[in-house]
């Protein structure tokens, strides 16, 4: 039979092993953190000096302008749609929200905890990958502005297209971003729910362009760049290593 301080013995360990993950991963977050913040900090360095250069006006924020493809597609749903898909696509869009899903990897993260090394890594990679994700689309609309379609159409809001966030931050679309990232983490998985999950991640980042909150250069572009993120995470946090080792093994 246990003796109760054997169960006070298993607590006592569970918490020494989340203090010592939690302060891991956040000496780790700090360090990212600042690598960030210098680069941030160069970006605006670099906007003054050119700002100052005889001839030449303030080069930042850069006007991004969409394509003619762009303002085809935005036309045709603005005409076309209906308040009933707006709906449904607006309620969708949430499943890519930064808070949702910045609750979500938390989640993981504090249940991946008690867990082996493999999936203690995958839940240090999918909280700090969401985290980046997160801050990443906020410092490039510092550096870029575009005005969101949704702001320039008067039927579109007839047909029950809503407003989206802040009339100038089309460009990156951040939900594309967090989408893109989970379509090239969802690579280490087996194919039927490699297959799935990116067809989840496809299917939300469309719904930005449904409700005209981005242009479709916009998704395309933000879906991109959080594929690109989660890849060079990957080297720092060791996620799908071993998945990669195995797949060598295999395929001498």
């Known amino acids: 039979m246990l003796s109760p301080s054997w169960g006070q013995e298993r607590r006592n360990l569970w918490k020494l092993r989340i203090a010592t993950a939690g302060k891991d991963l956040l000496r780790r977050f700090a360090r990212w ?14 906007a003054r000096l050119s700002a100052n250069f005889p001839g030449r006006g303030p080069s930042f924020p850069i006007t991004v302008r969409p394509t003619r493809a762009d303002v085809a597609v935005a036309q045709s749903i603005a005409h076309n749609t209906a308040p009933a898909p707006e709906q449904v696509a607006r309620a969708l869009t949430w499943g890519a929200d930064e808070k949702v899903l910045l609750i979500l990897a938390a989640a993981g993260w504090l249940a991946s905890r008690g867990c082996a090394e493999p999936l203690r890594r995958t839940g240090n990679h999918a909280l700090l990958v969401t985290v980046a994700a997160s801050l990443l689309p906020h410092g490039l609309k510092l550096v870029f502005d575009q005005t969101r379609p949704d702001r320039r159409t008067v039927i579109g809001h007839l047909h029950g297209v809503p407003f989206s966030g802040k009339s100038q931050d089309a460009f990156p679309s951040g939900h594309a971003l967090h989408m893109g990232a989970l379509a090239s983490a969802a690579g280490a998985l087996p194919t039927g729910p490699r297959r799935a999950i990116r067809a989840f991640a496809v299917g939300l980042s469309l719904t930005r362009i449904m409700v005209l909150a981005h242009w479709a250069s916009d998704v395309v572009a933000g879906f991109a760049l959080g ?3 989660e890849r060079a995470l990957r080297l720092w946090t060791g996620y799908a290593s071993d998945t990669s080792k195995e797949d060598d093994h295999a395929n001498p």
């Open 33 to 46: 953190k600042c690598t960030s913040f210098v680069i941030v900090r160069v970006m605006f360095k670099v």
């Open 227 to 229: 594929a690109v993120l």
